[in-house]
T-cell receptor, first 111, second 112 residues
Framework: SQQGEEDPQALSIQEGENATMNCSYK?????LQWYRQNSGRGLVHLIL?????REKHSGRLRVTLDTSKKSSSLLITASRAADTASYFC???????????FGKGNQVVVIP | SQTIHQWPATLVQPVGSPLSLECTVE??????LYWYRQAAGRGLQLLFY??????ISSEVPQNLSASRPQDRQFILSSKKLLLSDSGFYLC???????????FGDGTRLSIL
């Protein structure tokens, strides 16, 4: 089965800096999604990018998708302390009723 | 608007005891429903999902079972808990298989 896999890194940055995290996957996808999880809470959907899209923006978030490399990146610009969380990518395959989540990237934004 | 309720928020159970976690969704019909488990500092492991009443797909053989007695109700159960069942359990719903999922706030289960 396919699996989203983030680069296994914890990121610590200063407020105002940009944060970038990557995700790779192994099989064909319908779309790729990014989620945020604050400590001890459920995941919150951030953005969905379809397989025929290359870039998508939502507020301070920018997601890119390279299907030839089977990879995606999430950029958070002008980070804030409230952006401190774990970020997960998840892939959706055609005709599939489930998402494959990666292991997550922990981001700490220092005020 | 749609909401998802998951309870209890925390649960401490002895080994060998039964388990029942409940998840309900409001404001939508015929949702896909999902149960995940998350170990500390780890990713999500899909346990069960359901595309309709009485339809349960199991992803990982284990000590747990799931049921969907009503359209917007999803229950995770165990007859006898093991220490390895400890973790953070998350319920989620989605309008379709490839659509964004919406998560409850989770149940932190500790087995003693």
């Amino acid at each position: 089965s396919q699996q989203g896999e983030e680069d296994p890194q914890a990121l610590s940055i200063q407020e105002g800096e940009n944060a970038t995290m990557n995700c790779s996957y192994k099989t064909s996808i319908n779309n790729l999604q990014w989620y945020r999880q604050n400590s001890g809470r459920g995941l919150v959907h951030l953005i969905l990018i379809r397989s025929n899209e290359r870039e998508k923006h939502s507020g301070r978030l920018r997601v890119t998708l390279d299907t030839s490399k089977k990879s995606s990146s999430l950029l958070i610009t002008a980070s804030r302390a409230a952006d401190t969380a774990s970020y997960f990518c998840a892939t959706a395959a055609y005709g599939n009723n489930r998402l494959a989540f990666g292991k997550g990237n922990q981001v700490v934004v220092i005020p | 608007s749609q909401t998802i309720h998951q309870w209890p928020a925390t649960l401490v159970q002895p080994v060998g005891s039964p388990l029942s976690l409940e998840c309900t969704v409001e404001g939508t019909s015929n949702p896909n429903l999902y149960w995940y488990r998350q170990a500390a500092g780890r990713g999500l492991q899909l346990l069960f999902y359901s595309v309709g009443i009485g339809q349960i797909s199991s992803e990982v053989p284990q000590n747990l079972s799931a049921s969907r007695p009503q359209d917007r109700q999803f229950i995770l159960s165990s007859k006898k808990l093991l220490l390895s069942d400890s973790g953070f359990y998350l319920c989620a719903w989605a309008p379709g298989g490839n659509q964004p999922q919406h998560f409850g706030d989770g149940t932190r289960l500790s087995i003693l």
